[in-house]
Nanobody
C-alpha cells in the first residue's frame, strides 16, 4: 500500500501563487511509474472535483476552471507530483487532495489526507 503526503497549502491573497507537493512513500521507483497522479479539491458544502491529472508519460489534463492558471508536473525519480497554482481566486479555496491511480488495476486507488488552500484578502 502506497502512502501519499501532500504539503504546500496555506493562506494566499487573490492573484497570488502556491505550489502543492505530493510525495509517494512506501513505493519503489518502478511502482510510482505505474500510477497516473492527480489533484482534486473539495470546497465546503461541495463535492470533490477533479483539478488536474498527469500520466507516467506526462500527458496532462486540466479542469476548465484552472486551465491557463494551474500546472501539474511530476518527477518519477523523486516520486513526487506538484501543482503550481497561479492567479489564485477566492473560488479556488478548498482542501486539495493528491490521488495515485494504478494504470492497470482500477481498485488500486490511493488518496492523501489533503492540504488546505485558502484564497482571501
Amino acid at each position: 500500500q502506497v502512502q501519499l503526503v501532500e504539503s504546500g497549502g496555506g493562506l494566499v491573497q487573490p492573484g497570488g501563487s502556491l505550489r502543492l507537493s505530493c510525495v509517494m512513500s512506501r513505493a519503489i521507483l518502478s511502482v510510482f511509474n505505474m500510477y497516473t497522479m492527480g489533484w482534486y479539491r473539495q470546497a465546503p458544502g461541495k463535492q470533490r472535483e477533479l483539478v488536474a491529472t498527469i500520466t507516467r508519460d506526462r500527458t496532462t489534463y486540466y479542469a476548465d476552471s484552472v486551465k491557463g492558471r494551474f500546472t501539474i508536473s511530476r518527477d518519477n525519480t523523486r516520486k513526487t507530483v506538484w501543482l503550481q497554482m497561479n492567479t489564485l481566486k477566492a473560488e479556488d479555496t478548498a482542501v486539495y487532495y493528491c490521488e495515485a491511480k494504478h494504470d492497470q488495476y482500477d481498485y488500486d486507488d490511493n488518496w492523501g489526507r489533503g492540504t488546505q488552500v485558502t484564497v482571501s484578502s
